[in-house]
């Protein structure tokens, strides 16, 4: 009975301490039970007996993936949410890169702004999604100047509750700590708050290494990173999106699932060339877009 008791505990049951007969355990079908009737809904269902159960308890419930089969499931799933059409979809990862002070930061935000809406960005329709927006980069001053000023561009009311922001400038969190604090903000604004972020903007990525916490930790920077991304991922479900310099993070660029990258056109100032490389969309044709101040037009 200790062991029971012990391993509904840990999986999160509610168990009631004073009662440990073992009788009481038992089901019997067709009996009445506090004015219920009880019925047999399966057989040859689980374990054999406790010894067996107990066997199957040390192995699997240790709080990791179990082995799935196949056959579990006729039909294969139903697709996740698109978020970016022929892009991205919740819970992938896609990096941004473009050459250095070419205007990542204001790309970043203005496809935050894009999803809120439902707007297209860079030529790709979105759906409209609450956006979460980590700014690591800029004062909380700045960041809303600018937001303002790419809503003022394209004709939206930069004022939207579907655009949140979280500011950790100056914050000093390892990767995983970032990661726990991001997970843990988006589940208390959902329980707490009504929004439902299905989308993490990380701006800018490099950040997270440069504060003593992260550089006392040994490791390579880009796996620190993308360990951080996997953990948000695996506790939120949401897509992440960041951006670097072209062939910063080459690392990043191999493990994303999208990548898009802008590079200029020679001889040009503000003509640049897009490129996307997607693990489960076609490649995309490549095409030109324009920087006009404060933001790109295809």
Known sequence: MDFL??????????????????????????????????????????????????????????????????????????????????????????????????????????LGLSICYGEDWFGNTTSSNDVLFINFELTKSVFLNRLHLLGGTRGLNASTPKFGFLNLRGTALSPIETAQLIAKRIEGAKKLENHDYRIVIIDPISAVLHNPKSMRLTGAPHQMLMQMIDTIIALTGCAVVTACNNDEYPYLCNRADSVMSLTPVEGSLDLYQINGNFREFPKMIARECSWIYPRFIV
């Open 5 to 110: 008791f012990k391993t509904l505990e840990d999986q999160g049951f509610k168990v009631d301490p004073i009662n440990r007969n073992p009788n009481m355990m038992a089901r019997m079908p067709g009996v009445l039970r506090g004015g219920k009737q009880q019925y047999l809904i399966g057989l040859e269902q689980g374990a054999k007996d406790f010894q067996e159960w107990r066997e199957w308890v040390e192995y699997s419930l240790d709080g990791k993936p179990l082995v799935e089969l196949a056959s579990d499931s006729e039909e294969p799933p139903k697709k996740d949410a698109s978020i970016i059409e022929n892009v991205l979809r919740t819970g992938e990862f896609f990096l941004f890169t473009a050459p250095p002070k070419s205007g990542k930061s204001f790309a970043l935000m203005d």
